[in-house]
């Protein structure tokens, strides 16, 4: 029988540069891999990027590190990096085509890297290991969940009847996109979103699909599509706000194996209505995520607010069809 035994450090709360962050082995030797992908920062030149933490602290990308055993990262790590890195060199084909749950688990372990980091910033300020992360119990739970599911880089893991994740792939028109790089996460929702040449990737990382379900039609719309930068900004913001109103954490629960299993099987609880699941949308709120990701086109709030029931679009007309940008202009939306 395969090795299906789920690593879980929530358990002690033990957050280490001595264990390797995947399976948990005792690091005699320091060693590690960068929370971005090696390849990733060599063809965008991330390097020398710099990364804010929740502690104030600032850090380069190539200074962001994840404890790892040598096994998990040449036998699990390495391959799942270099395969992306293929496909994003074809762009937004390339990636589209990329197996999603791969994409997923490519993602998460950048989220998980620099969740790890601020854990790991947090824990040092505190200078007394016993006094723990001081994350709410509701926070603790959800990343819980999601290293569960952070283990099928390693272990081999099935989803019974659910995936538990929203995976967004949009085309990007480069017309006017100046920027061949751009990050955004939000630790708190489990929401990740990444842009690569002309591919842009929007997740909710802990949802049970239910955003994915939730935008099903607009996302068909829009895909296939090259959109102006400035729309794939407010793609963005509405997965993140959705994220934002979700109410429920989903729980995993891994079956027990028997000796001939190659997979450890996941299964959920899942309801069968979405009618509880989001709290109320609210166009107040909804209009600071926006004004705040539209900042480098100098949308200001009560622009976006304009028509207080219908909060400024640049993804769908009032007919509801996608709307075409070349050349971005605001006076030509108010």
Not at 101 to 110: A, D, E, V
Request: proline share 4%; aromatic share 12%.
């Amino acid at each position: 029988m395969a090795n299906l035994t789920l690593y879980d450090p929530f358990l002690k709360m033990d957050f280490s540069d001595k264990e390797c962050f995947l399976c948990g082995t005792h690091l005699i030797v320091e060693e590690h891999i960068t929370v971005f992908p090696e390849n990733l920062m060599e063809r965008y030149d991330l390097q020398n990027r710099e990364l804010l933490l929740l502690d104030k602290s600032i850090k380069k990308f190539s200074n962001l590190h994840l404890p790892c055993c040598s096994v998990c990262k040449q036998k699990h790590l390495k391959p799942l990096d270099d395969e992306v890195d293929i496909a994003l060199e074809q762009g937004y084909e390339g990636i589209k085509k990329l197996d999603e749950n791969k994409l997923f688990l490519w993602l998460g372990r950048m989220y998980y890297g620099i969740l790890f980091n601020e854990l790991v910033a947090e824990k040092r300020m505190k200078q007394e290991p016993e006094h723990g992360i001081g994350y709410e119990s509701k926070m603790m739970l959800k990343m819980h969940s999601f290293f569960q599911l952070l283990q099928g880089i390693r272990i081999p893991i099935r989803y019974a009847d659910f995936t538990p994740y929203s995976l967004f792939v949009l085309e990007v028109d480069p017309t006017e996109d100046d920027l061949p790089f751009e990050y955004r996460d939000d630790i708190n929702t489990q929401c990740f979103y990444l842009k690569a040449g002309n591919v842009a990737i929007v997740a909710s990382l802990l949802d049970n699909n239910t955003i994915a379900q939730t935008y099903q039609r607009p996302y068909d719309m829009l895909k296939n599509k090259a959109l102006h930068p400035v729309q794939v900004a407010e793609f963005m913001a509405r997965v993140f706000y959705k994220a934002y109103l979700l109410n429920d954490i989903p729980e995993y629960f891994p079956r027990e194996p028997k000796e001939e299993d190659e997979v450890l099987v996941l299964d959920t609880l899942i309801e069968d209505t979405m009618e509880d699941t989001f709290n109320d949308w609210e166009k107040l709120t909804y209009s600071q995520v926006l004004t705040e990701v539209w900042k480098k086109w100098d949308i200001e709030q009560y622009v976006v607010l304009k028509d207080f029931d219908n909060p400024l679009s640049f993804l769908f007309s009032k007919d509801n069809e996608v709307i075409e940008i070349k050349q971005f202009k605001l006076s030509n939306f108010i």
